[in-house]
């Protein structure tokens, strides 16, 4: 069974950095490519930030261009996201998430193709 458990963010202050951590049970985590979601209220849960399954290969959503680092650690079975720079409109639950076993090193952006998610973390960014 994949399971997927998130940590850090909090409260933090703008322009401050923070780290996210994925932990993944139940994969074998190079086997998946990952993926970085985050919804704020009353708005749809939106991409962030994505990793191939061999770490070579990123993309990241143009609001995380620049300022967000996404990285896995495949012998410890974690990914995370390195954010700096931080916006109030950050502020939103923060998803990490799984795709099924594959043999590409796709990235993937839309969140239909993960089956697999984390139950969030919240970031909140003050101004």
């Known amino acids: 069974q994949v399971q997927l458990v998130e940590s850090g963010g909090g409260l933090v202050q703008a322009g401050d950095s923070t780290k996210l951590s994925c932990a993944a049970s139940?994969?074998?985590?190079?086997?998946?490519?990952m993926g970085w979601f985050r919804q704020a209220p009353g708005k749809e849960r939106e991409f962030v930030a994505a990793i191939s399954r061999s770490g070579t290969s990123t993309i990241y959503a143009d609001s995380a261009k620049g300022r967000f680092t996404v990285s896995r650690d495949s012998a410890k079975n974690t990914v995370s996201l390195q954010m700096d720079s931080l916006k109030p409109e950050d502020t939103a639950v923060y998803y990490c998430a799984a795709t099924g076993p594959i043999f590409s090193s796709a990235v993937f952006t839309e969140k239909n193709i993960y089956p697999y998610w984390g139950q969030g973390t919240q970031v909140t960014v003050s101004s």
């Open positions: 139940g994969v074998t985590s190079n086997r998946y490519a």
